[in-house]
């Protein structure tokens, strides 16, 4: 059954950069005909689309973010990060890691979400 | 501001049918499929519709989507008390190029 795990600091000041690590179990990245991306929820609001990547490096990134996100994946690694620089309050959410599943063109795994709280 | 357009709220009794809108335009729902996610309280959202009326193995059959033109709906069907959670629609947006998400719909089962 694959899995997907978050991982990186709940706290980051303000103005610095927020990384997040998501471990792929189960299954492999590469070679992989899906996307793996990042979807947020800030506390007590709804869901938005950070972006996804294809193990070959092709990305896809929310426009209202574009400048800030960057999406990596390291298959070695079987791992997909995140960088969100220049964060801000409103960067505060639950942050996910899923699969989006290119038949389907929907995220069919999640992983359980990660906190990030920005203030100084 | 969401992109898609759902109901803050919904409730039934159980084993009552319930179903829940989302509205949106051409450039998403009009032209591309729509999923739903179940999101129980405290944890990560949960697949339960994917293109339009799918179900993902392990859904109940309770469960069904449906689309027309620029909207779709979830309904579910004999309503029990794990059914509540929060509702999100979902569907690739040809302008802004990329997935966009309803605000969700809180469901209350009295």
Redesign the interface.
């Known amino acids: 059954q694959l899995q997907l795990q978050e991982s990186g600091p709940g706290l980051v000041k303000p103005s610095e950069t927020l990384s997040l690590t998501c471990t792929v179990s189960g299954g492999s990245i590469s070679g992989s005909s899906h996307y793996w991306g990042w979807i947020r929820q800030p506390p007590g609001k709804g869901l938005q689309w950070i972006g996804h990547i294809f193990y070959t490096g092709s990305t896809y990134y929310n426009s209202s973010l574009m400048s800030r996100v960057t999406i990596s994946v390291d298959t070695s690694k079987n791992q997909f990060s995140l960088r969100l620089s220049s964060v801000s309050a409103a960067d505060t959410a639950l942050y996910y890691c899923v699969r989006r599943n290119s038949g389907w063109r929907a995220f069919d795994y999640w992983g359980q979400g990660t906190l990030v709280t920005v203030s100084s | 501001q969401?992109v898609l357009t759902q109901p803050p709220s919904a409730s039934g009794t159980p084993g009552q049918r319930v179903t829940i809108s989302c509205s949106g335009s051409s450039s998403n729902i009009g032209s591309?499929?729509v999923?739903w996610?179940q999101q129980l309280p405290g944890s990560?959202?949960?697949?339960l519709i994917?293109?339009n009326n799918?179900r993902?193995s392990g859904v109940p059959d309770r469960f069904s989507g449906s689309r027309s033109g620029t909207s779709a709906s979830l309904a579910i069907s004999g309503l029990q008390s794990e059914d509540e959670a929060d509702y999100?629609c979902?569907a690739?947006d040809d302008s802004?190029?990329?997935?966009?998400?309803?605000?969700?719909t809180e469901l209350t089962v009295l």
Not at chain 2, 44 to 47: F, G, I, Q, S
Not at chain 2, 96 to 104: N, T
């Open positions: 969401s591309n499929p999923n996610y990560a959202p949960k697949l994917y293109s799918q993902p999100y979902a690739w802004l190029i990329g997935p966009v998400f309803g605000g969700g």
